[in-house]
RNA sequence: GGGCCCAUGGUCUAGCGGUUAUGACGUUGCCUUCACAUGGCAAAGGUCGGGAGUUCAAAUCUCCCUGGGCCCACCA
């Protein structure tokens, strides 16, 4: 009997060897189908938590799903390197403040700090035996790309500039979601809600003479108050005209508008510029002045009061204050409600005008939705979280921002005749400190050229992944065969930004959808069905959690403990010992097996048959459940004929048989072991892919999925031998007798009849009755 | 306010009109049985969230209610 490596051994072995075979290599030459996966991008030091790691096992378990289907598979590793992150930390590290750092300074601080980084999350890539194309970064096709390489911005920049071109990007001056923190911009999609207890307040207001009252949030807004707006049909405010502020004395009219909840508060609501979108819609609608006192910094402006240069929330109590001691405040209650943040920094977002690029999006919700419906969505109800998205879109994308590690719009600007320019050599640019290439400006010919400062959301870059990874710009005759790309797989959240986005582009550029399918996974609680948060601090990491469990058991517990496409997933010690427990039997099953010579022959006998075309039948319906991308259904019917049928008894009854040195049951039982491995490597790499190895001297990574024949679903049979095996156990040890010490007689299923010599071989039953 | 999803022994889960309602984990008891004590055997534990309806027959189909989870929306 051969002996095996332990667990640690195994994963060391094989991840040398998929290293040194270049195991996953993407052969562009290839004359297999392309399978393309499009993976989302972890940002460089981000901890890689399990629930990442999950992304990673269902996009890797797809991976190897399909490699093993024939197909050449594009799957690349890519690392996000973009964005705030990296600047926010480079303020906490260095000590420096954006705002005041000279901006040359500050990207050498970025890099410098980028190079530092230990780049954890390829680690716990190969850890988790993710099995990219390459680790190695490079410009073909299947390399291991960066968000912050010239090819990568310059396609960004390219992408930028197909959409300028043909009139999808505009710049405008609005009202947009401004996060202080962050110092810019931010858009719809980067907004979320945090549930909070705040407090209304009741003030009153002195309106034509008489006292009424307001109910408000936020009354440091007082000053931008540019009206009282009541419902239409409210009888406590007909008429009113004219309101008499209190703080700034000022007077504001009182107007009327259908959208006034009658019961919320006093009825009577305080319009400011701007404390949320609503105020927006109604300062147009109504054509009042805006009046604008929050700051860039998220400080008072503009007051003429003592709180110029606050903060909101130093305002907010210096005025809760002033209105009491003035006798203003009548009552102060606590409500429960939501109030947007900014998704990076998670402070209040705050409503300031700006002027930004937008990307057209609102005229297209309709053509956007249909090509939703040409999108095949796993689970099929996951579709319904991008429908709302699109439906609910009021306004365009926001992509410039005011910030510096990022790709820089492409764009310089004539100062005297003020056309927008660009250049198209497909190079990166950096327009803040490179003077136009061209010199002169095309319509005017003016050399007063000025580049522009801003660069473009993170959003903007990632939603181009898929274009990227397919070639898009450097091989276009494979672009054009590779896109759209075949798969997106990654949570729920991201499906309004990174799907959307994706689905924008590719629309606008393409009229085509991003990608074929799209999966959408649930997210991994803790042990107690809670959400992973750091500030709970139930969060787990990935390099920590494979400290313990070996990466295949922490690889099966993905698909053991529920659906991950239909529902979290609790990262419960039980589950994981349940999938140790599974490997190991597996192992032992091979260690026994591998005693009996694998060799293909026609003798074989009624039993072993049956029990084959049983495994087959098996086989083709676990292929089935894995090709709609439901390895829990099929990894819980492997395990269940693996360990309840094929080790307890079916390898049990053919024992005798098999150390008598008999080839029929040698050739079926390691036939199914060796197909059930197969059937594994997509869930359990390591194992399957070193026992294969060991047992069968082949290349796991050679084989191929195919439908079995002749299959038959012999499970009512199968069930009955099942019974038959246990009853002769159970009544050998009620008698007290030992496993291999014969019986007279036993009772028979007449069903059973065919097979009855096996159970006499197996049990030394001497005579049946039926 | 609108929408989506879910509800089966302590926990997870199978079930897709007729089953004594799966299986696993956990619990308890017994077993050093020749691949595996990361093993084997056995026991306890569920009126399938509640109600009504369709049907000869409902965990399974329909409706309502309740309780969870998620998403969207301008509640000041």
Redesign the pocket.
Same mark, same amino acid.
């Given at each position: 009997?051969i002996s095996l490596d332990t !667990?640690e051994e195994i994963v060391r072995k094989v991840t040398e060897k998929w290293e040194k075979t270049n195991s996953f290599r993407f052969n562009i030459d290839s004359d297999k189908p392309v399978f393309s996966i499009d993976t989302p991008p972890p940002y460089i030091n981000a901890i890689i938590h399990v629930g990442n790691a999950m992304d990673y096992i269902i996009n890797d378990a797809i991976a190897r799903l399909e490699r093993l289907n024939g197909k050449e598979v594009l799957f690349p590793f890519g690392l996000d390197k973009n964005g705030l992150p990296i600047e926010v930390q480079v303020e906490k590290e260095y000590k420096v403040n954006i705002l005041n750092t000279d901006r040359e300074k500050f990207l050498n601080l970025c890099n410098e700090l980028l190079k530092r980084y230990s780049n954890e999350s390829k680690t716990a890539m190969i850890k988790l035996g993710i099995s990219f194309n390459n680790f190695s970064f490079g410009d073909s096709i299947g390399d291991a790309y960066e968000t912050d390489s010239n090819l990568f911005r310059s396609t960004t920049q390219q992408i930028f500039i197909d959409l300028w071109k043909k009139g999808y990007i505009y710049e405008d001056k609005k009202i947009v979601n401004y996060c202080p923190v962050c110092h810019t911009t931010i858009a !719809?999609?980067e907004?979320?809600?945090e549930e909070a207890d705040?407090s209304?307040y009741r003030i009153k207001v002195l309106v034509d003479g008489t006292e009424k009252e307001?109910?408000?949030?936020?009354p440091e807004?007082i000053p931008a108050c540019v009206a009282l707006?009541a419902?239409t049909s409210d009888e406590r405010f007909k008429g009113l005209k004219t309101a008499k502020m209190p703080i700034t004395n000022a007077s504001v009219p009182v107007i009327f508008d259908e959208?006034?909840?009658?019961?919320?508060?006093?009825?009577?609501?305080?319009?400011?510029s701007y404390?949320?979108?609503? =105020?927006l819609?109604l300062i147009r609608k109504h054509g009042l002045q805006e009046k604008i006192i929050i700051t860039e910094e998220g400080r008072i402006k503009n007051t003429s009061l003592r709180y110029d240069g606050m903060l909101i929330i130093e305002a907010r109590k210096s005025i809760v204050e002033d209105l009491r001691s003035a006798g203003y405040l009548i009552g102060e209650e606590k409500?429960h @409600?939501?109030?947007p943040i900014c998704w990076r920094s998670k402070t209040p977002i705050e409503f300031i005008p700006e002027k930004e690029f937008y990307v057209k999006q609102k005229e297209f919700k309709e053509d956007l939705l249909s090509l939703s419906m040409k999108m095949k969505f796993y689970p099929e109800?996951s579709r319904?979280?991008l429908l !709302?998205?699109i439906?609910?879109i =009021?306004q365009d994308w926001p992509i410039s921002r005011t910030r510096y590690y990022g790709t820089e719009i492409p764009l310089w600007k004539c100062m005297d005749c003020g056309e927008y320019l660009f250049v198209e050599d497909g190079k990166y640019h950096q327009p803040w400190k490179e003077p136009y290439p061209n010199g002169t400006c095309p319509k005017c010919g003016s050399k007063n050229i000025v580049g522009e400062k801003r660069i473009l959301d993170t959003w903007f870059d990632s939603s181009g992944t898929n274009m990227f990874i397919a070639g898009f710009m450097r091989n276009n005759s494979f672009f054009d065969r590779a896109y759209p790309v075949s798969v997106r797989i990654h949570g729920?959240?991201i499906v309004?930004s990174w799907t959307f986005y994706s689905l924008l582009k590719s629309y606008i550029l393409r009229k085509e959808v991003p990608f074929k399918e799209v999966v959408v996974h649930f997210h991994v609680v803790d042990q107690k069905?809670e959400?992973m948060s750091k500030s709970k601090g139930n969060t787990v990491t990935a390099i920590d959690a494979l400290k313990s469990i070996p990466p295949d058991a922490f690889r099966l517990w993905v698909f053991l403990?529920?659906?991950p496409l239909?529902? !979290?997933?609790?990262f419960?010690q =039980?589950?994981i010992?349940?999938a140790?427990?599974i490997?190991?039997?597996v192992k032992?099953?091979a260690?026994?097996l591998s005693q009996f010579e694998y060799a293909e022959t026609k003798e074989i006998g009624d039993f072993d048959r049956m029990v084959m075309e049983y495994f087959n039948w098996i086989y083709n319906s676990i292929l089935e459940d894995f090709n709609r991308y439901d390895f829990?259904?099929g990894l819980?019917r492997l395990?269940?004929f693996l360990?309840?049928v094929f080790? =307890?008894h079916v390898?049990?009854l053919r024992?005798s048989a098999l150390y008598r040195g008999e080839k029929p049951p040698a050739y079926v039982l390691n036939y199914i072991l060796k197909n059930s491995l197969i059937l594994m490597n997509p869930l359990a790499p390591f194992t399957s892919d070193y026992l294969f190895d060991v047992l069968f001297r082949s290349d796991i990574n050679k084989e191929k999925f195919e439908l079995k024949e002749p299959e038959a679903d012999h499970s009512q049979i199968i069930e009955k031998i099942v019974e038959l095996d @246990?009853s002769i156990?159970?009544y050998k040890?009620d008698h007290g007798l030992?496993?291999?010490s014969p019986i007279e007689s036993f009772k028979l299923d007449k069903e059973l009849v065919g097979y009855k010599d096996i159970f006499s071989d197996a049990h030394k039953v001497k005579s049946w009755s039926v």
């Open positions: 009997m !667990d !719809d999609s907004v979320e809600y705040t209304l307001i109910a408000t949030t936020r807004m707006v419902n959208s006034i909840d009658k019961n919320f508060g006093t009825g009577l609501m305080m319009l400011c404390g949320d979108k609503h =105020d819609e409500i @409600s939501q109030h109800s319904q979280i !709302d998205w439906n609910s =009021d729920k959240e309004r069905g959400k403990s529920g659906n239909e529902g !979290d997933i609790r419960s =039980d589950k010992n349940e140790k427990r490997i190991n039997k032992n099953l260690k026994f829990f259904s819980l395990k269940n360990i309840n080790a =307890d390898v049990e024992k @246990s156990w159970k040890k030992s496993l291999n």
